[in-house]
């Protein structure tokens, strides 16, 4: 199995959101192909656009996988479906939200996958994650994150998720 280096951000903003987000690693961390290796500590974050609705919690995970970026977005899928994530409004509250943020240094424009995300560098909640676990990343382009960083009303909030086979 050839491993891809992968970051995956975890939100949630409904019902208890650092539950969702353990649950949503956990879940990730029983996917066949695909180990959890760190995660950020845990940012609580005001929404960004959509209508009115609860601030988030957010975390960013990296995982190494044998999944083709494609077979991934399902498995990332498959684990938003297990905790009832319903696509109702765009930018709308939701029990979980997991995204691909990078994967190795691979550039995807699909119609259903973007990577690196889009709106990646605008984000507070995923950025400031992101740089707790991979400092001096360059994005593919040579851009480098450090210097989009915000603070974005993004605030720390708990301490890393459980990873089950790290200490």
Same mark, same amino acid.
């Given at each position: 199995?050839?491993?891809? /280096? %992968?970051?995956?951000? =975890?939100?949630?903003? =409904? ?6 987000? /353990?649950?949503?690693?956990? =879940? ?6 695909? #180990? ?5 500590? #845990?940012?609580? @974050?005001?929404? %960004? ?12 995970? /990296? ?15 498959? @684990? ?8 109702? @409004?765009?930018?709308?509250?939701? @029990?979980?939200? %997991? ?8 550039a995807i424009d699909e119609p259903d996958l973007t990577i690196p995300h889009p709106r990646l560098q605008e984000r507070a909640f995923v950025v400031l994650p992101l740089l707790e676990l991979a400092p001096t ?7 480098? =994150?450090?210097?989009? #960083? %915000? ?17």
């Amino acid at each position: 199995m050839v491993s891809a /280096q %992968v970051f995956l951000g =975890l939100g949630s903003n =409904l019902g208890d959101r650092l539950a969702n987000l /353990q649950s949503a690693a956990d =879940l990730l961390d029983a996917e066949p192909d695909l #180990v959890l290796v760190a995660c950020s500590r #845990v940012w609580e @974050t005001d929404p %960004v656009g959509g209508p009115e609705q609860p601030d988030y919690l957010n975390a960013v995970i /990296q995982v190494e996988t044998g999944l083709a970026p494609l077979g991934l977005m399902e498995a990332c899928r498959r @684990t938003e479906a297990a905790l009832h994530r319903e696509r109702a @409004t765009r930018w709308g509250p939701r @029990t979980i939200d %997991v995204d691909i943020l990078l994967f190795d240094d691979r550039a995807i424009d699909e119609p259903d996958l973007t990577i690196p995300h889009p709106r990646l560098q605008e984000r507070a909640f995923v950025v400031l994650p992101l740089l707790e676990l991979a400092p001096t990343l360059v994005l593919p382009g040579d851009r480098s =994150l450090l210097a989009s #960083v %915000v603070s974005g009303g993004a605030r720390p909030f708990a301490p890393p998720l459980r990873i089950a086979d790290l200490p």
